[in-house]
């Protein structure tokens, strides 16, 4: 399994954003298959904190409380591609966002993508 994430660049505040994932060696579309897919991020100094997350087997989704109404995660199945819209971005949305894959004691990581929300 790999997942290529790109999308990431410089945004003014209040701007948005979009993220991509695109996942090959692996499904997304297979509802039936039981994985969880979603966003983490890492500002400089700061430890990696989980942005979002969907699992399309249970119909569920999670963010965080700090992107709650602002970020949304979505699956293009014929893409086999993960997306994160970011709208009202703020400057502490700052930081290198990764996606990640999970499925039963397996995880995957996509390499980093660079946002950046400055005037």
């Known amino acids: 399994v790999q997942l290529q994430a790109s999308g990431g660049g410089l945004v003014q505040p209040g701007g948005s954003l979009r993220l991509a994932c695109a996942a090959s060696g692996f499904t997304l579309g297979a509802t039936l298959d039981d994985y969880t897919i979603g966003w983490f991020r890492q500002a400089p100094g700061k430890e990696r904190e989980g942005v979002g997350c969907?699992?399309?087997?249970?119909?569920?989704?999670y963010y965080s409380s700090s992107v709650k109404g602002r970020f949304t995660i979505s699956r293009d199945n014929a893409k086999n591609t993960v997306y994160l819209q970011m709208t009202r971005l703020k400057p502490e949305d700052t930081a290198v966002y990764s996606c990640?894959?999970?499925?039963?004691?397996?995880?995957?990581w996509g390499q980093g993508t660079q946002v950046t929300v400055s005037s």
């Open positions: 969907i699992s399309p087997a249970y119909g569920t989704s």
């Open positions: 990640n894959l999970r499925r039963g004691r397996d995880s995957y």
